[in-house]
Structure formats: C-alpha cells, structure tokens
C-alpha cells in the first residue's frame, strides 16, 4: 500500500523549484508537511534578514506539499502573510 504523505515528501523533495531553494520536505503527514529552507546572505533584505518574498515562498511551499498530502488539487492566487 502507498504511503501518500512519504510520496508527496519525496516527490517535492525533486521538484526543480525546490531544488533552487534548496528546500527539503523534512516531515509530511496528512494536513501537516515541515519544510525548511537555508537562509542565504543573498535573500537578505536590506536589514540583513531573510527578505518577506523568501519568507512567503516557505509559507506557499509548506502550504501546497500539506495539501497535497490530503491529495487535493491546489494552485496559489493570492498569498498573505
């Protein structure tokens, strides 16, 4: 039997967007994913911490890799933080 989440895991673990963040899906359960990224002196924003767009990219990654644990079908249109 297929184990949805560990698929979902590994499956955005090879995504090529993911790959340039250098982001890893460490964790994924249904609903629930754990993503991190390294903070890179290049995403710094001009108080020389991570810039809100490298921040919201994290948010939108974890977010979509929790959905789809739940196998839904999601796009992103629009993002608050």
């Known amino acids: 039997m297929l184990d949805w989440p560990e698929f979902i895991k590994n499956h955005f673990n090879k995504l090529p967007y993911f ?9 994924t359960a249904n609903g629930y994913a754990k993503v991190t990224i390294p903070i890179k002196p290049e ?5 020389g911490i991570a810039h809100g767009g490298v921040v919201t990219a994290l948010v939108d990654m974890t977010s ?15 993002v608050t933080t």
């Open 19 to 27: 790959k340039f963040m250098e982001a890893t899906v460490l964790e």
């Open 43 to 47: 995403y710094s924003n001009t108080y």
């Open 64 to 78: 979509g890799v929790a959905l789809r644990t739940l196998k839904q079908r999601i796009v992103t249109i629009e």
